[in-house]
Nanobody, 118 residues
Framework: QVQLVESGGGLVQPGGSLRLSCAAS????????MGWYRQAPGKQRELVAT???????NYADSVKGRFTISKENAKNTVYLQMNSVKPDDTGVYYC????????????WGQGTQVTVSA
C-alpha cells in the first residue's frame, strides 16, 4: 500500500519560514520523481517544485529563490523549505510521487495546510 504522509504545515507570518516533510512508503523511492503542489481556495492545483531521482530540481517561477526542495533517500522523505513566505503562498500543499520515465504510477498525499498571515 502506497502512502505519502505530509507534515509541517501551519500558520506562519509573512517573511517567515516553514519546512514541509513528506514520508513515502510502499514505493521504490529512487524510481520516482517527487514533488510538491499546492492549491489555494478557488484555484487549481499548481506545481511548486519537483526533484528527480538524480537530484535535479525544478521550481515554479513564483517560488524560485525562496523555496528549496530536497530529499533524503535513506528515509524515503522529501522536504520543502519555504523561506520569505508571502500571503500568496497560502494553500494546501500536496506531496506527489510520479514513476519515471513511464509516468504510469502517480500518487498523492492527503495534503497539509499552510497559512501565511499576520
Amino acid at each position: 500500500q502506497v502512502q505519502l504522509v505530509e507534515s509541517g504545515g501551519g500558520l506562519v507570518q509573512p517573511g517567515g519560514s516553514l519546512r514541509l516533510s513528506c514520508a513515502a512508503s510502499g514505493i521504490l523511492f529512487s524510481s520516482y520523481r517527487m514533488g510538491w503542489y499546492r492549491q489555494a481556495p478557488g484555484k487549481q492545483r499548481e506545481l511548486v517544485a519537483t526533484i528527480t531521482n538524480s537530484g535535479t530540481s525544478n521550481y515554479a517561477d513564483s517560488v524560485k529563490g525562496r523555496f528549496t526542495i530536497s530529499k533524503e533517500n535513506a528515509k524515503n522523505t522529501v522536504y520543502l523549505q519555504m523561506n520569505s513566505v508571502k500571503p500568496d503562498d497560502t494553500g494546501v500543499y500536496y506531496c506527489n510521487a510520479l514513476l519515471i520515465p513511464t509516468n504510469t504510477r502517480n500518487y498523492w498525499g492527503q495534503g497539509t495546510q499552510v497559512t501565511v498571515s499576520a
